[in-house]
């Protein structure tokens, strides 16, 4: 059980690094490839869900929503890719902007030093433990119940994006994060 969250915390510092380049239009495609042999593997491991992907994935998809992304504007045009924000810039004769967490900053390592703040701060969140419906993490126990009962299923707990059934098991895999 440690190995298996070693290895989200792992991924989601690597892929919130690699979350530029991969939103990267350019890098698109071998994002969608990659994507595909994944989720061929995970389901010849018999360890996966209904669309292929496995817990830690969709843990991991999970908290990656929630982590800040840095975009690129340069004039009105803004994208999520540096190499067509620096192709635009290039012909546009104009700087690149890099917004973060809804700030502008004209350095790249204020943007970056920012987004790393902001990450430390939800990845501190996402060792906590907050109750879950269908996979979606609710912060209120009260909202929760209620959302529950109206889908008629059982709230769960979510630690890192990953649910679980009990709330002891969710605290303990907490605790160790």
């Not at 298996?4 to 495609?29: I, P, Y």
């Not at 830690?56 to 924000?85: L, S």
Request: glycine fraction near 6%.
């Amino acid at each position: 059980m440690t190995r298996l969250f070693g290895t989200v915390t792992t991924l989601v510092f690597t892929l919130s690094f690699a979350s530029g380049v991969m939103a990267c239009d350019k890098h698109k495609a071998a994002a969608e490839k990659s994507a595909a042999v994944g989720a061929v593997a995970n389901a010849k491991s018999g360890c996966h869900s209904k669309t292929g992907a496995t817990v830690v994935d969709q843990g991991v998809a999970r908290v990656m929503k929630q982590m800040p992304q840095m975009t690129y504007k340069v004039g009105d045009f803004e994208t999520p890719c540096a190499y067509t924000a620096a192709s635009k810039a290039k012909d546009a004769g104009s700087p690149i902007a890099y917004l973060v967490g809804g700030k502008s900053f004209e350095s790249k390592n204020d943007a970056m030093n920012q987004q790393a703040s902001l990450m430390r701060a939800e990845l501190a969140n996402a060792a906590v433990v907050a109750p879950s419906v269908e996979g979606e993490c609710i912060k209120c126990p009260v909202t929760a119940s209620a959302l529950a009962a109206k889908k008629n299923v059982k709230v769960k707990h979510m630690v890192a994006g990953i649910e679980f059934d009990s709330d002891k098991e969710a605290r303990t895999v907490a605790d160790k994060l």
